[in-house]
């Protein structure tokens, strides 16, 4: 598909941390919400149901292994999943850090936001080597 800004990113900001042969981590840039990365699988398809059952678990087996990363390295309050793709009918899943600090907690990032965020830092050479360790032992 020509078409999808996944495939096809045109103006992308992000910073890779990782990838494989099937999926790839990106950490985006977002100023509320620093820490949060997308984990994208590498073959255009819409839907988990789309991957074979093994498939399906490796996918999640690096999406959990990007949510401990997360919680090792920038200790948040809660973690939030989310496989949307309304907009982007690619697969791909949202791991968002939430700190009781964040502009929108405990609401969903979408809500309205109660006060202005307070900032947190991330280092993303922590979170590739983070990722590079977990995934090699997975191995």
């Known amino acids: 598909m020509t078409s999808c800004p996944i495939c096809h990113p045109v103006h992308d900001d ?6 494989d042969a099937c999926c790839r981590v990106i950490l985006c ?25 093994a498939e399906r678990a490796y996918f999640m087996a690096v999406v959990w292994d990007v949510e401990t990363v997360l919680r090792t390295v920038m200790e948040p309050d809660k973690i939030n999943l989310a496989s949307l793709g309304n ?6 899943w949202h791991v968002i850090l939430r700190f009781g600090d964040d502009r929108h907690f405990p609401d969903p990032v979408w809500a309205e936001p109660r006060r202005p965020g307070q900032p947190h830092t991330v280092a993303p050479e922590r979170l590739r080597a983070g990722l590079l360790s977990l995934r090699s032992n997975a191995e």
């Not at 840039?29 to 059952?53: K, N």
């Not at 907009?87 to 791909?92: E, F, G, S, Y």
């Open 87 to 92: 907009q982007v009918p690619h697969l791909h």
């Open 29 to 53: 840039h977002d100023a509320d919400y620093p820490g949060f990365c997308r984990v994208i699988w590498r073959a255009h398809v819409a839907e988990m149901t789309d991957l074979s059952p």
């Open 14 to 19: 992000s910073t890779f941390l990782w990838s």
